[in-house]
């Protein structure tokens, strides 16, 4: 299984952008991807997450302004508004699956294969 990020960049504060995350490797749709990001000197949080029954989940203090969305059965894509500095991090895209549930959480460990990560960072 791979999973690749694209989409990070250089924005201003207030502006948006859009993360594009690729799966490939799966053999079914059995599994679920979460969005998760590291801003330097903090830990690891999970943003979202795609499960495969298409529910979705939201840190409920993101939910307001990102927006996860799938393109089409490999590509899961996770738009962010009204960035602030504070927003500045990488970005990984996980994938991840499970023998006894198929929800996804937006806990690291329950994801077995991660992107390299993107990088965003918002000026003021």
């Known amino acids: 299984v791979q999973v690749v990020e694209s989409g990070g960049g250089s924005v201003q504060s207030g502006g948006g952008l859009t993360l594009s995350c690729v799966v490939s490797g799966y053999t079914d749709s059995n599994y679920f991807v979460g969005w998760f990001r590291r801003i330097p000197g903090k830990e690891r949080e999970g943003i979202a997450c795609?499960?495969?029954?298409?529910?979705r989940r939201y840190k409920t203090s993101m939910k307001v302004r990102f927006t996860l969305s799938r393109d089409d059965k490999k590509t899961f894509d996770l738009q962010m508004n009204s960035l602030t500095p504070e927003d500045s991090a990488t970005y990984y895209c996980?994938?991840?699956?499970?023998?006894?549930?198929?929800?996804?959480?937006?806990?690291?460990?329950?994801?077995?294969?991660w992107g390299p990560g993107t990088q965003v960072t918002v000026s003021s």
């Open positions: 795609f499960s495969s029954d298409g529910s």
């Open positions: 996980a994938a991840g699956h499970s023998m006894t549930r198929n929800v996804c959480t937006l806990a690291g460990v329950d994801y077995q294969y």
